[in-house]
């Protein structure tokens, strides 16, 4: 692997684990290493389930969302958790410390590694410095379904995050964040996959969230010619008909006929009265 030969964020901020607490205090620890202050007792109060004894997946990515972080899973390969410290991303990872008949789920966060001594640096319990051998490190971690996640500020993407897992988080962001937060998150995710076409709507809404009407123009008229997509073309129909160009409004309302899936909504949209008068 193309990697550094060790990589330590040793700023990372740490927070012990209280009793089944670890999902809160992974998750106020990941948020502080980009500068997101969340204490793990207001966390807890979002994330932890005392039904459960601890916090499920989806909660952990919802606190970070619910703090402005966008989080976002990474491929379960070792080597994308490396990749990911390498540049300067700390990393949520579940792993099961138990057995397999006994499970002892435990949320830690990666900060470390060392190739040559095969070894891994986490924020881990009660410990600051957790040093665990790669090798055990991926069998505790290959029981979850080797789940991980970086929660990165608006703009920022893991640098092994795959496209479609890049839109879940930036649609579940989204959710909870402003338009021009969301605006950021779909900047970056376009950029990276520009044939992308649910990034390509969602940063033309975001672009029309804010106001900038003509830029969400431009961006849905990409997105449907590239795609020749229902949904971009009823769009841009939609924003071209708010900038008083109902000729080329209509004509893009009339593309979207072709697309089964989007023919009806297209059809509502030539009988609207502004339309037809």
């Excluded at 389930?49 to 989806?58: F, K, M």
């Excluded at 900060?111 to 640096?121: H, K, N, Q």
């Excluded at 490190?137 to 080797?146: D, I, L, P, V």
Aim: charged share 20%; proline share 6%.
């Amino acid at each position: 692997m193309d990697l550094p030969h060790r990589a330590e964020l040793i700023a990372t901020p740490f927070f012990p684990q209280t009793e089944y607490r670890c999902g809160p205090a992974a998750l106020a620890t990941a948020l502080g290493a980009v500068g997101m202050v969340a204490a793990p007792t207001t966390l807890a109060d979002e994330v932890f389930l005392p039904a459960r004894g601890g916090s499920l997946q989806t909660e952990m990515l919802a606190g970070a969302r619910r703090h402005g972080a966008v989080a976002t899973l990474i491929p379960g390969t070792l080597e994308a958790v490396l990749r990911e410290v390498a540049a300067g991303h700390a990393v949520i990872v579940l792993q099961n410390l138990g057995l397999s008949f006994a499970p002892l789920w435990h949320y830690a966060v990666v900060v470390g590694y060392d190739i040559g001594a095969s070894e891994l640096v986490m924020r881990s319990g009660t410990t600051q410095r957790a040093v665990m051998p790669l090798r055990t490190f991926e069998h505790t971690w290959a029981r979850s379904g080797f789940w991980a996640f970086a929660a990165l500020p608006p703009g920022e993407l893991p640098v092994t995050a795959q496209a479609a897992a890049v839109v879940e988080a930036a649609v579940g962001f989204e959710r909870s964040a402003t338009p021009a937060q969301a605006l950021r998150v779909y900047e970056s995710a376009a950029k990276r996959w520009p044939d992308d076409l649910t990034l390509a709507i969602g940063l033309g809404n975001a672009a029309y969230a804010i106001g900038d009407k003509r830029r969400a123009a431009d961006v849905f008229r990409t997105a449907a010619e590239r795609h020749d997509s229902g949904a971009a073309w009823v769009n841009l129909a939609t924003v071209l008909m708010e900038l008083g160009q109902k000729n080329d409004a209509t004509a893009a309302a009339r593309r979207a006929l072709a697309d089964p899936q989007w023919a009806p909504r297209a059809s509502e949209w030539l009988a609207r009265p502004d339309v037809l008068h």
